[in-house]
């Protein structure tokens, strides 16, 4: 029996959105302006130099799926494609340009409502919110109510946190609240337990997430953020991808994100690690004992966090080329009959204006060996990714998808 295969490289947009005007992001291309500042040498360092350099993923019809979007191969990505490879690209139908709308649209299930936002002036929550957790659990008050970086958000409030005990909370244009608070002084688990209590207190706001976002350091010079970071999500849109495969009695492993992301309902063999380096340790190590008929599903978050939120041209450029060698290590992996697919869930453009996602295309890269090749277009919804795989693997579709096949 088939297995599969989803990679999702979080924010790897491949620009193009039909509607990308409406979210003030016409023009965004992540995978574009990143090939582009590469080939002009603004990515240069002591770490990479020239064009960007991804010849595993162009293998996998990367720089075809981006023409697809955009009407032109990002420069460096020009090359053929391994046979059994389909590739495209898909705009999303739901109204966002988030990781949790993102991934459930790949899953078969769009957002079918919009989600909540907080209001883009300062102070951004409801001062009944803010009354309502206070009384709740007992903090001594709030710092921060306002849009923010994270690590911005840190450097303006982190030493008043630790002098007062408030926790930090701020947002962005998307629908979310992040709470940050020092790993060490103000506690862990108690940061998870204030996080649990607000999810229940924004739920009547449809706001997609709550954030946990643990730090640690002694002043505004040597904050960071540590990998103990925990989303607190809606619930995800029934019968979705997961919810064939658990009706099925379908193996199935997530990794990173994914079992936040689906509130760990029918997540399988939940598998997280500090960054995407030892989250591909785990694909290798885990996908060879798949069972037939399984499914692992995996989020790397990297390049969203760490690169595109912080506008790091140079970094991103870097971390794909990382990530690009480790598809060295699976591709022999994936096994005659399988479908390895790979993906995004949003833009995050390093050289847009702000530190926000950006609404853009995602690729779609489709491996199956001993398979057909081609390209599968551009697809009007990310669904039509879990329908493909609900498809492969036999099972039921899910709500909503047409498959490629």
Not at 382 to 396: C, M, N, P, W
């Amino acid at each position: 029996m088939p297995r599969a295969l989803i990679i999702v490289l979080d924010s790897l947009g491949c620009g193009g959105a039909p509607d990308a005007e409406e979210f003030g992001d016409k023009g965004a291309d992540t995978l574009g302006h990143v090939a582009c500042a590469c080939a002009r040498g603004e990515a240069d360092n002591e770490r990479r130099s020239g064009p960007l350099r991804l010849p595993n993923l162009t293998s996998l019809g990367l720089g075809l799926a981006a023409q697809i979007s955009t009407g032109e191969i990002p420069s460096g990505l020009e090359g053929g494609v391994l046979e059994g490879v389909h590739f495209g690209a898909a705009s999303e139908r739901s109204y966002g340009k988030d990781t949790p709308s993102g991934h459930w649209e790949i899953a078969g299930a769009p957002l079918t409502t919009r989600f909540g936002l907080f209001r883009p002036n300062d102070p951004a929550f409801p001062s009944e919110l803010i009354a309502a957790i206070i009384k709740e659990t007992g903090i001594p008050g709030i710092l921060g109510d306002c849009h923010s970086a994270g690590i911005e958000a840190l450097t303006l409030f982190g030493e008043e946190h630790l002098k007062t005990g408030k926790p930090i909370l701020y947002t962005s244009s998307d629908s979310v609240l992040q709470i940050a608070a020092h790993e060490e002084s103000f506690g862990l688990e108690r940061l998870y337990d204030l996080c649990r209590s607000v999810r229940r207190l924004v739920d009547a706001l449809n706001i997609g997430r709550v954030i946990a976002r643990p730090f640690i350091g002694s002043a505004r010079t040597n904050f960071q953020r540590t990998p103990e970071r925990k989303d607190f999500t809606m619930p995800a849109p029934a019968g979705n991808l997961l919810d064939c495969a658990f009706d099925d009695s379908r193996a199935v492993i997530t990794i990173g994100k994914i079992g936040d992301i689906f509130s760990h309902r029918n997540t399988g063999h939940e598998l997280k690690a500090p960054s995407d380096m030892s989250h591909f340790d785990q694909i290798v190590e885990n996908y060879g004992d798949l069972a037939d008929g399984g499914l692992m599903f995996a989020n790397l978050v990297d390049l969203d966090t760490e690169y595109g939120h912080r506008r790091d041209i140079v970094g991103y450029a870097c971390a794909l080329e990382a990530l690009d060698k480790r598809f060295a290590d699976l591709i022999p992996l994936i096994r005659e009959g399988d479908l390895c697919v790979v993906t995004a869930d949003h833009g995050n453009d390093p050289t847009w204006r702000g530190t926000d996602h950006t609404r853009e295309n995602i690729p779609i890269l489709a491996y199956t060996p001993g398979g057909r090749s081609g390209s599968v277009g551009t697809r009007s919804s990310f669904a039509d990714i879990g329908a493909s795989v609900a498809q492969h693997l036999r099972l039921k579709p899910p709500v909503e998808g047409l498959p490629w096949f």
